[in-house]
């Protein structure tokens, strides 16, 4: 019902380019999270799809119509901005009822439908209180809530949280998820954040300099990133990459041309998968420098013979012999490869 | 504040403030006493400052002998009109330069605050021939339009200033909830201007109802003078040396200001001060 299709879309801000020609197909109920850099183009495709900007091409449809023409209150999406933008004169009740009480309905309907989005909220007793009266956290849930209250169907959410500390970020994620369960609705929702795209969304759709560099599952960009872009940029610490003319002996033992005719130039291994030993099948001379506590892991940083950098993340506490030669290891399973252009190749 | 740390200090600077402000209620001390004063009192060679015998004759004269009600009538009706024009007026320009963007913006926002470079009586020179042959001259709303452009530019300055402080995201939120652009403006934007608002009517009414110049040369008939020139004329002409009923006069006209003040001033430093300070 609520199918959103982004069809090559464009949009330019005077001569730059800011969105060049993205296609997504989000189905109805779908939670989809824009994930890219800052700058990337993710607010402005946020901003057309609401139509509070006009496209420059392409097209855009909810449910089999093009909305491309029709005005922002009628497309039926609802967005919640990252600066909240709550009403300061009015109440939080009458904030949440505004878009109500505009298309006519009735009063006591209003104040059931507001009621009824705050307890969802647990904002029922702030009702009567302006936003200048709330904390951050607070505002975030009357955003939400004004959103909840038009009953959209297609909810648009910019770096909602973005402005809350750590631990309310890491509470509303858990809300804001358990929302999208109940109100079955279809959700798109923009972040820098890859935590909160990993731990939300059905899909990620990566972006990059207003281009899609890989539209999957969390599981799908983490495990089979599209290419090095997005294998360096989903997952921290970031993968490690290593062009196989510096590493004869590694290029000896990966296939020398993949099943579709692709050349492997470079290949990738997360930090998590590196063996600080060399009992992987996959040998490297290192050297490493320096070692981070993280709490649960150690990071230790470095860098191979050829002089690329290297990070290992391990659970185990290792004797480090800081700038001694080591060798380190991993195994087939766990390497990218990448053909000349850093495009993914499977074995 | 600056912080004021010896004592002497505090001295000097108390002592600056009490001349500073002894220039300043000087003579609005004299104009309240010698209302209040008998005329043989008002020429004694040492004056008093607290009339001796306080009387409301001068008030009494001042009402029934001279047109006074007439020139309040007609000030009240123009000031109130160009306070009230000017300001509605001025909030929907400043809107549109503040919030929207459309060709030649700059420019046309440039070439209305320009206007204020000029001083007013120069304004007055090209808007005398235009009222006459436009038939305005010695109309009241002639006087009312020539305030009005004197008033806008300032006006639409300072509103200027409000809306675009307001996040365009307040306003996209609205357009999502179904608003247009009026809802938009009368929901949202003028009940976050109020301050704004205010400065500008307390601003544009001030103005008028103290001019001397555009009102005297732009009204020509008794019956439509505002106060400036009504109570000159007359106690430059038929009632000369009556400075009792002089002063009880400007009493008169004065009231309305301080009234407007009185009520409204909270509103007006808020709203002069607002935006220099995050
Ligand atoms: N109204 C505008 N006029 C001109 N350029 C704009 C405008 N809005 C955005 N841009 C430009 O478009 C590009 C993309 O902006 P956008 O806000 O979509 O980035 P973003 O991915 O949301 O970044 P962030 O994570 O920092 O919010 C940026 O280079 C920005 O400077
Ligand atoms: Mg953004």
């Known amino acids: 019902m609520a199918r959103v299709e982004i069809k090559n879309v464009t949009k330019s801000f005077g001569a730059t380019e800011v969105l060049k020609g993205l296609d997504i197909d989000i189905s109805h109920g779908e939670f989809v999270a824009l994930l890219g850099a800052s700058g990337c183009g993710k607010s402005t495709l946020l901003r057309c799809i609401a139509g509070l900007?006009?496209?420059?091409?392409?097209?855009?449809?909810?449910?089999?119509?093009?909305?491309?023409?029709?005005?922002?209150?009628?497309?039926?999406?609802?967005?919640?901005?990252?600066?909240?933008?709550?009403?300061?004169?009015?109440?939080?009740?009458?904030?949440?009822?505004?878009?109500?009480?505009?298309?006519?309905?009735?009063?006591?309907?209003?104040?059931?439908?507001?009621?009824?989005?705050?307890?969802?909220?647990?904002?029922?007793?702030?009702?009567?209180?302006?936003?200048?009266?709330?904390?951050?956290?607070?505002?975030?849930?009357?955003?939400?809530?004004?959103?909840?209250?038009?009953?959209?169907?297609?909810?648009?959410?910019?770096?909602?949280?973005?402005?809350?500390?750590?631990?309310?970020?890491?509470?509303?994620?858990?809300?804001?998820?358990?929302?999208?369960?109940?109100?079955?609705?279809?959700m798109i929702y923009v972040t820098h954040d890859q935590v909160e795209a990993m731990t939300m969304a059905d899909r990620i759709v990566v972006m990059e300099g207003g281009h899609i560099q890989q539209i999957g599952t969390p599981d799908d960009v983490y495990a089979r990133p599209a290419n090095i872009y997005v294998a360096q940029f989903i997952g921290t610490p970031k993968m490690n990459v290593f062009k196989l003319s510096s590493y004869l002996h590694l290029q000896k033992q990966l296939p020398s041309a993949v099943a579709n005719g692709g050349i492997p130039h470079t290949i990738g291994i997360r930090p998590e998968d590196i063996r600080e030993d060399a009992s992987g099948a996959l040998k490297i001379g290192a050297t490493l420098e320096l070692s981070e506590s993280l709490g649960r892991e150690r990071l230790y940083h470095g860098s191979t013979v050829a002089g690329d950098e290297l990070t290992i993340a391990s659970h185990k506490e290792m004797s480090l012999q800081v700038g001694q030669p080591t060798t380190v290891s991993f195994n087939r399973g766990q390497v990218h490869m990448f053909d000349e252009k850093g495009i993914r190749l499977d074995f | 504040m600056l912080p004021v740390q010896h004592r002497h200090e505090t001295w000097v600077f108390r002592g600056l403030l009490t001349i500073f402000v002894f220039f300043l209620l000087m003579p609005i001390l004299w104009m309240l006493s010698t209302s209040f004063k008998a005329p043989e009192e008002v020429f004694l060679k040492v004056p008093t400052i607290i009339p001796e015998e306080p009387t409301l004759r001068n008030y009494m004269r001042a009402l029934t002998e001279t047109r006074i009600l007439t020139y309040l009538y007609n000030g009240l009706i123009v000031s109130m009109t160009n306070a009230a024009l000017t300001t509605v007026l001025a909030a929907l320009a400043a809107y549109g330069f503040a919030k929207f963007r459309f060709k030649g913006r700059k420019s046309l926002m440039f070439l209305m605050i320009s206007a204020q470079m000029f001083p007013y009586a120069v304004l007055l020179i090209s808007l005398y021939p235009f009222m006459q042959r436009t038939g305005l001259f010695d109309t009241r709303s002639g006087l009312i339009l020539a305030y009005l452009v004197f008033a806008m530019p300032a006006s639409i300055y300072i509103l200027f200033s409000y809306i675009v402080n307001l996040p365009d995201e307040l306003i996209e939120a609205a357009r999502m909830d179904g608003a247009d652009e009026w809802l938009i403006l009368r929901e949202l934007i003028l009940p976050l201007l109020t301050p704004g608002l205010i400065t500008v009517f307390l601003y544009s009414f001030m103005w008028s109802w103290n001019d001397l110049l555009y009102s005297l040369t732009l009204i020509s008939s008794e019956t439509k003078r505002t106060v400036g020139p009504g109570l000159l004329l007359t106690f430059l002409g038929e009632m000369e040396q009556d400075w009792g009923a002089a002063m009880a006069g400007s009493v008169i006209v004065s009231l309305p200001i301080i009234l407007a003040f009185t009520f409204l001033q909270r509103f007006f430093v808020q709203g002069l001060t607002a935006g220099a300070v995050k």
């Open chain 1, 53 to 186: 900007e006009d496209l420059g091409g392409g097209d855009i449809r909810f449910g089999n119509k093009s909305v491309i023409n029709i005005a922002p209150s009628k497309r039926g999406a609802a967005m919640v901005f990252q600066s909240y933008a709550l009403y300061p004169h009015k109440t939080v009740a009458e904030n949440m009822g505004f878009a109500l009480r505009i298309d006519g309905t009735p009063k006591p309907e209003i104040e059931r439908k507001v009621g009824e989005a705050a307890k969802i909220l647990g904002i029922t007793p702030l009702l009567n209180k302006r936003p200048r009266q709330l904390s951050g956290g607070q505002r975030q849930r009357v955003a939400i809530g004004r959103a909840i209250v038009r009953a959209p169907e297609v909810f648009l959410f910019d770096e909602p949280l973005s402005n809350l500390d750590a631990e309310l970020r890491a509470r509303m994620r858990v809300e804001l998820t358990r929302l999208h369960r109940r109100l079955d609705a279809t």
